[in-house]
């Protein structure tokens, strides 16, 4: 059974994805506040945060940050504001999923289904090393180390590394990177990607102007240049 902590102060929408999620037996906590919502997370091992961002004592935001600090469960988060460019400041602070409102507890719902069966459709157990070691993606344990110091990362910063990884040397369009990390019902935008691709780049390239792993292929999309 996998654990989901849902921080949203607005009662009935919390009563109504709960209902929902609960039928598809997931075990669903509610939090109300922002600080009760980030203690309740410290005290029990959740897979999933559905985190509203107007919250009555600290935003959303905040929440996301503080999160991202101790740990990668994903976070899907709920919101008012659609425009492109509240969607991309999502995904930098370390957003896996961003929902605009009003939406259909029964597309969340789906998104939720989704996500869970990718995490159990790419089970692996193989290590990834590359440069001598320099680089390594362990998916069994989702941990990646940079000259032998793990460093963190987002659930979807992590699959699309390991994506990209896997695949060495074969060009991925944004298109696919989005179908097979995110799913095909992912109604974001391509920059998405980039967004994410950027944040990896600051974690694993030691010139980020000068990419030696992630390198960009004009109009084409990404590929992995590490050396195994």
């Given at each position: ?37 980030i ?11 559905i ?33 492109l ?46 440069d ?97």
């Open positions: 059974m996998f654990n989901i902590l849902m921080i949203e102060d607005d009662e009935r929408v919390s009563e109504v994805l709960k209902l929902y999620l609960e039928k598809e037996g997931y075990k669903v906590y509610c939090a109300n506040k922002g600080l009760s919502g203690e309740l997370f410290k005290g029990n091992d959740f897979q999933l945060i985190l509203d961002l107007m919250l009555p004592d600290i935003s959303g935001e905040e929440v996301c940050k503080r999160i991202r600090e101790i740990s990668d469960v994903h976070i899907f988060m709920l919101t008012a504001k659609g425009a460019e509240d969607r991309i400041e999502g995904f930098q602070i370390g957003a896996d999923e961003y929902l605009v409102k009003p939406f259909s507890p029964r597309e969340l719902t789906a998104r939720v289904n989704a996500l869970f069966r990718r995490i159990s459709a790419n089970h692996t157990s193989s290590d990834l090393s590359f001598q070691g320099n680089l390594v993606i362990n998916y069994d344990q989702r941990i990646v180390k940079v000259n032998g110091q793990e460093v963190p990362f987002t659930p979807n910063e992590f699959n699309i590394l390991y994506e990209l990884a896997v695949n060495k040397g074969k060009v991925l369009s944004r298109e696919w990177l989005i179908d097979k990390v995110f799913g095909m019902d992912f109604d974001g935008y391509d920059r998405t990607i980039d967004v994410h691709i950027k944040n990896i780049r600051k974690k694993i390239e030691k010139d980020t102007k000068n990419p030696k792993y992630i390198i960009t292929v004009t109009k084409a999309g990404y590929k992995f240049g590490g050396e195994n």
